[in-house]
């Protein structure tokens, strides 16, 4: 009884994201393709036969809650876990209790661990064999690539269930059912107007849960803080004050940057990707934004200036031997004056870089030229261009027969590959 108390009031006090999160089907907002009628995951679900899964999407989109949903439509008991704050002997204690549960009552249970991708290998692979054998139902929740993330063997027991940022639509439909539900905002006069509804959804950039925190945020500093209604939700002191919502109050709630950036992370690659290829497709435009997009999250100005050198020989090479020139001296400006003052160089590198004439060649000829290293013998330098210091080497025929290019005016014809190499060109044969 304590413990059921305990937790009413934790929920009359949870935040509102908490409190109005779905508790079915109907109320769940997006996900269609994953959890619209018919589809596999719901019809699993619905069967009471949910697969231990993981599911992979960006903060805000409906993990968490599609997980309750499940335990709640399965009637399985759900044990919810973060793996920042547990390891294997909160494992150990879920296991039995799971074993028991299953023994005695014939009931399911789901493993909820949120965050899974912060757990170690070992840790992982102790929660393996409970997965295997049926123990728990592992559902996992990732912000990042399980590819990356979660132990191969522990991933080919789960399916990987993708969840994509909400759109601004599902998010618009969110912040209505939190004015409007008792367990929100239901009993508040709040005067909000759909365009800023709308503002606020389009700013969150697909995460409910940022845009609930900040519509929660303007409507608390609209009146003080909110004490707890008896039915559970928030009120206002006075019910009968209207609360007016409007832009500045959702821009000062939200007083953070919304750009999805890790840069540990898959949005690292595949931010610098996209920089890289609108710089190879000539459009500068584009290599500008997404250089922005990394500069403004906070990545080290050096990482993306050695990445440009790499490309001006990669991608530019033979076609402006400028631009390498051009992307040194853009390392060096980042590291002489660092943040913010280094953004307009490298700037100014990459639009450079969008510009210039491209060219493969020599990305090409070494590629061919490692795979050769790789796949052939380690041929002997030929005899003839080899180098002779001393008499022994010249007795053994080193550096016979050599010809001095500048006495043939650099038109000798000589070879200079290894025997089993002769002939072999890695470059294009164009005249200058």
Known sequence: MVNDLFDQNLKKDAPLADRIRARDFKEFEGQEDLIGKDKVLRLAIERDEPPSMILWGPPGCGKTTLARIIAKITNSVFIQMSAVTSGKADLTKIVGQAQENRKLHNQKTI???????RWTKAQQDALLPHVENGTVILIGATTENPSFEIISALLSRCRVFVLKKLEPEAIIKILKHAL?????????????????????????????????NALELAVSSSVGAIPASPAGGRQSPSLKKEITINKQKIQDALQRSHILYDKGGEEHYNIISALHKSMRGSNADAALYWLGRMLEAGEDPLYVARRLIRFASEDIGLANSQALVQAVSAYQAC?????????????????????????????????????????????????????????????????????????YDYKEEQDYLPEKLKGRKYLKNKKE
């Open 180 to 212: 409007k539900d008792d367990r929100g905002f239901g009993s508040l006069k709040i005067k909000i107007t759909p365009s800023i509804i709308k503002y606020l959804a389009e700013l969150a950039d697909g995460d409910a849960r940022s845009a609930l």
């Open 111 to 117: 493993l909820f661990l949120d965050e899974i991708h």
């Open 335 to 407: 590291h002489f004056i660092g943040m913010p003052e280094c953004e307009l160089a490298l700037a100014q590198a990459v639009v450079y870089m969008a510009k210039c004439k491209k060219s493969n060649e020599l990305y090409e000829a070494y590629g061919q030229i490692k795979n050769d290293v790789k796949y052939t013998q380690n041929d002997p330098v030929p005899l003839h261009i080899r180098n002779a210091p001393t008499q022994l080497m010249k007795d053994l025929n080193y550096s016979k027969g050599y010809k001095y290019s500048p006495k």
